[in-house]
């Protein structure tokens, strides 16, 4: 059984940081691409990043670039987004997902309904 759990969350002001860690287990991921999505509130989900488990190849959302670092920790199954500069726009729930990039075929896998794995939201708040 797959599991991905998230920890980090918070408030934060405006210009903060946060770093939000993924916990991946139940299966071999190798394969996979592990990507953040956020959505806030009476929004659709949204992509943020994704990292190639198995390369460590990366790709951001235009909005993220420069402010948001993905990357990853093999010997923990664990995916991490540092979050730095953090605007107002940021506040939103992400979620950590997986995709097998076998199946998804693409790059950036960046459509969130293509996805099988997902975690259970942690929520960022960024305000004053």
């Known amino acids: 059984q797959v599991q991905l759990v998230e920890f980090g969350g918070g408030l934060v002001q405006p210009g903060g940081s946060l770093r939000l860690s993924c916990t991946a287990s139940?299966?071999?991921?190798?394969?996979?691409?592990m990507t953040w999505f956020r959505q806030a509130a009476g929004k659709e989900r949204a992509f943020v990043a994704s990292?190639?488990?198995?390369?460590?190849?990366?790709y951001y959302a235009d909005s993220v670039k420069g402010r948001f670092t993905i990357s990853r920790d093999n010997a923990k199954n664990t995916v991490y987004l540092q979050m730095n500069s953090l605007k107002p726009e940021d506040t939103a729930v992400y979620y950590c997902?997986?995709?097998?990039?076998?199946?998804?075929?693409?790059?950036?896998?960046?459509?969130?309904?293509?996805?099988?794995?997902w975690g259970q939201g942690t929520q960022v708040s960024v305000s004053t």
């Open positions: 139940g299966r071999t991921f190798s394969s996979y691409a």
């Open positions: 990292i190639s488990w198995s390369s460590g190849m990366t």
């Open positions: 997902a997986a995709v097998d990039l076998r199946e998804y075929l693409e790059w950036p896998p960046a459509s969130a309904n293509r996805y099988s794995f």
